[in-house]
């Protein structure tokens, strides 16, 4: 299994790591990896791979393998070098990329309770971001919606994580925001994501450690995407 460094801090911008296994497309399996892998609407890292010999490699993304939440493969670009296993290397990620990342999703936690409705879907981008509510109805008064959002933010909120067991997960079921996409269980304990006395839901991604470094946000456009479904998209007005 390899052990994800990014649950305990998200700001490790680079590490050592040993590769563990070469899959058939390519893709490289490390003990250890920084790389978040595509989940929960939010993208796979990028960055780079640096071999012991000089070799640089340029990852386009990272991947859980056939769903498996317990694993990452790192997917290089076109044409890249090849390592072998046993080799230790130094990863380097895209920090410019994942840290905008992690601001929109800290930022979508927070829209999440500005629009309280449910949440029938979500994407996370590095210049925007979107939530897709079971909302008959657009809200009147979405500038005071828009103010409560960078208020959030504003307060500078603590953001922090914490762990539950998938018995606990079980029994909060008004933990889960989202309808269509259950948290991921099956691995004995749920990750939660707490924002000071604001907000409190299952999410494995990554994050801010305080609101106030999401900056300012602003309202986008808001789609009709079905009789009781809105997407609202949200972007830094920065």
Request: include cysteine; glycine fraction near 10%; proline fraction near 6%.
């Given at each position: 299994m390899t052990q994800f460094l990014f649950r305990d801090d998200a700001y490790l911008k680079s590490a050592e790591a040993t590769v563990t296994a070469l899959t058939p497309e390519g893709g490289i399996v490390l003990d250890r990896t920084i790389f978040y892998a595509t989940s929960g609407g939010q993208p796979g890292d990028s960055g780079t791979i640096e071999g012991d010999d000089g070799t640089t490699l340029s990852i386009a993304t990272a991947v859980h393998p056939d769903g498996d939440k317990t694993a990452i493969v790192h997917v290089p670009a076109a044409d890249q070098p090849q390592l072998r296993i046993g080799d230790t290397i130094r990863l380097?990620?895209?920090?410019?990329?994942?840290?905008?990342?992690?601001?929109?999703?800290?930022?979508?936690?927070?829209?999440?309770?500005?629009?309280?409705?449910?949440?029938?879907?979500?994407?996370?981008?590095?210049?925007?971001?979107?939530?897709?509510?079971?909302?008959?109805?657009?809200?009147?008064?979405?500038?005071?919606?828009?103010?409560?959002?960078?208020?959030?933010?504003?307060?500078?909120?603590?953001?922090?994580?914490?762990?539950?067991?998938?018995?606990?997960?079980?029994?909060?079921?008004d933990l889960i925001k989202t309808m269509n996409v259950k948290p991921p269980m099956g691995q004995g304990r749920v990750r939660l994501v707490r924002i000071g006395s604001v907000d409190l839901q299952p999410c494995g991604g990554t994050h801010v450690a305080t609101t106030a470094e999401i900056g300012p946000l602003k309202l986008g456009k808001i789609e009709k995407k079905g009789s009781m479904n809105r997407r609202v998209s949200l972007l830094f007005a920065e």
């Amino acid at each position: 299994m390899t052990q994800f460094l990014f649950r305990d801090d998200a700001y490790l911008k680079s590490a050592e790591a040993t590769v563990t296994a070469l899959t058939p497309e390519g893709g490289i399996v490390l003990d250890r990896t920084i790389f978040y892998a595509t989940s929960g609407g939010q993208p796979g890292d990028s960055g780079t791979i640096e071999g012991d010999d000089g070799t640089t490699l340029s990852i386009a993304t990272a991947v859980h393998p056939d769903g498996d939440k317990t694993a990452i493969v790192h997917v290089p670009a076109a044409d890249q070098p090849q390592l072998r296993i046993g080799d230790t290397i130094r990863l380097n990620l895209d920090w410019d990329r994942r840290y905008r990342l992690m601001r929109m999703h800290t930022a979508l936690h927070l829209l999440s309770v500005a629009f309280p409705f449910p949440v029938t879907g979500g994407s996370v981008g590095a210049d925007k971001g979107r939530l897709d509510f079971d909302m008959p109805e657009v809200p009147s008064d979405l500038d005071a919606l828009e103010a409560r959002l960078n208020d959030f933010v504003s307060a500078n909120h603590a953001v922090t994580t914490e762990w539950i067991t998938d018995e606990e997960m079980a029994a909060n079921p008004d933990l889960i925001k989202t309808m269509n996409v259950k948290p991921p269980m099956g691995q004995g304990r749920v990750r939660l994501v707490r924002i000071g006395s604001v907000d409190l839901q299952p999410c494995g991604g990554t994050h801010v450690a305080t609101t106030a470094e999401i900056g300012p946000l602003k309202l986008g456009k808001i789609e009709k995407k079905g009789s009781m479904n809105r997407r609202v998209s949200l972007l830094f007005a920065e």
